[in-house]
């Protein structure tokens, strides 16, 4: 079982940036794929987008598409979620989660997540 800890979030302008990491540990991280979850205040769970086992092959919302991309580096066992021309809706906190399947677009079907971490897109 994988253990997921986000960080790397905070408070930016519209139309900023920031890249949001998740570092694991305990298993073999390569071995899942891994998605990008957020949820704003009285909002349900949104999936945001995820990564297969490889960096080369990703799936994202059309929310997403065009300014956020996700990457991992297998090495480092991380996964990171850039967010460029940030938007005050995407205010929330981003959560990563593993998957043994892709793509897997269902919070459900991820067995494992991380703690969360706070975006407040702001001017």
């Known amino acids: 079982q994988v253990r997921l800890v986000e960080s790397g979030g905070g408070l930016v302008q519209p139309g900023g940036s920031l890249r949001l990491s998740c570092a694991a540990s305990?298993?073999?991280?390569?071995?899942?794929?891994m998605g990008w979850f957020r949820q704003a205040p009285g909002k349900a769970r949104e999936f945001v987008g995820v990564i297969a086992w490889s960096d080369t092959v990703a799936f994202y919302a059309n929310s997403a598409k065009g300014r956020f991309t996700i990457s991992r580096d297998n090495a480092k066992k991380t996964a990171y979620l850039q967010m460029n021309t940030l938007k005050p809706e995407d205010t929330a906190v981003y959560y990563c989660a593993a998957a043994n399947a892709y793509p897997v677009q269902n919070a459900s079907g991820y067995h494992t997540w991380g703690q969360g971490t706070q975006v407040t897109v702001s001017s």
């Open positions: 305990g298993s073999t991280f390569s071995n899942y794929a």
